[in-house]
T-cell receptor
Framework: DAGVIQSPRHEVTEMGQEVTLRCKPI?????LFWYRQTMMRGLELLIY????????DSGMPEDRFSAKMPNASFSTLKIQPSEPRDSAVYFC??????????????FGDGTRLSIL | DAKTTQPPSMDCAEGRAANLPCNHS???????VYWYRQIHSQGPQYIIH???NNETNEMASLIITEDRKSSTLILPHATLRDTAVYYC????????????FGGGTRLMVKP
């Protein structure tokens, strides 16, 4: 049973470049979440989707960040242009609908992003 | 979501029970207590959750006080692989409700 798959695992790029992070949720899960983790701020929710529709993007730091979910098996988080302060570990998580009972979020192993 | 308070760090001897406390005095009647852990360089991992009753699964036990203002996560026989940061989160039991992670408790299991 494959878990949440994120790519790339590591990304190093120069300031000003576009960065695209990818996530494949667990098959059958209706919810998808993007989090960011830094030493200073800990784990923060950026945005989440239900049935491919963005529900709450209040955690997205600014317009340079955008997220899409074109279908049930794929989501992207894009940063354009990137800045050094965007350096962090970005996690994707998914969960099934609440109607199925116990529905914890399942996390991927993250993308470690470094902006030089 | 109700705020939670956890000790920043704890030590436990390998093979002994690890008891991790969490205070959530402002919890509301329909909010659940969830526990996750994060092992270094990995994503958070779900452990257990509960509403009022004590819960047990293959990983841990969750003890919730009668007034629901605090809870304890119990790892019955801690191993070195249980060394991680443990997060106590209070949230509605709805997949769409976001998880708000605090600082957690850094558990160090020592040989």
């Amino acid at each position: 049973d494959a878990g949440v798959i994120q790519s790339p695992r590591h990304e190093v790029t120069e300031m000003g470049q576009e960065v695209t992070l990818r996530c494949k949720p667990i098959s059958g899960h209706d919810y998808l979440f993007w989090y960011r983790q830094t030493m200073m701020r800990g784990l923060e929710l950026l945005i989440y989707f239900n049935n491919n529709v963005p529900i709450d993007d209040s955690g997205m730091p600014e317009d340079r960040f955008s997220a899409k979910m074109p279908n049930a098996s794929f989501s992207t988080l894009k940063i354009q242009p990137s800045e050094p302060r965007d350096s962090a570990v970005y996690f994707c998580a998914s969960s099934p609908s609440w109607s199925t009972g116990n529905q914890p979020q399942h996390f991927g192993d993250g993308t470690r992003l470094s902006i030089l | 979501d109700a705020k939670t308070t956890q000790p920043p760090s704890m030590d436990c001897a390998e093979g002994r029970a690890a008891n991790l406390p969490c205070n959530h005095s402002t919890i509301s009647g329909n909010e659940y207590v969830y526990w996750y852990r994060q092992i270094h360089s990995q994503g958070p991992q779900y452990i257990i959750h509960g509403l009022k009753n004590n819960e047990t699964n293959e990983m841990a036990s969750l003890i919730i006080t009668e007034d629901r203002k605090s809870s304890t996560l119990i790892l019955p026989h801690a191993t070195l692989r249980d060394t991680a940061v443990y997060y106590c989160i209070v949230t509605l039991n709805n997949a769409g409700n976001m998880l708000t992670f605090g600082g957690g408790t850094r558990l160090m299991v020592k040989p």
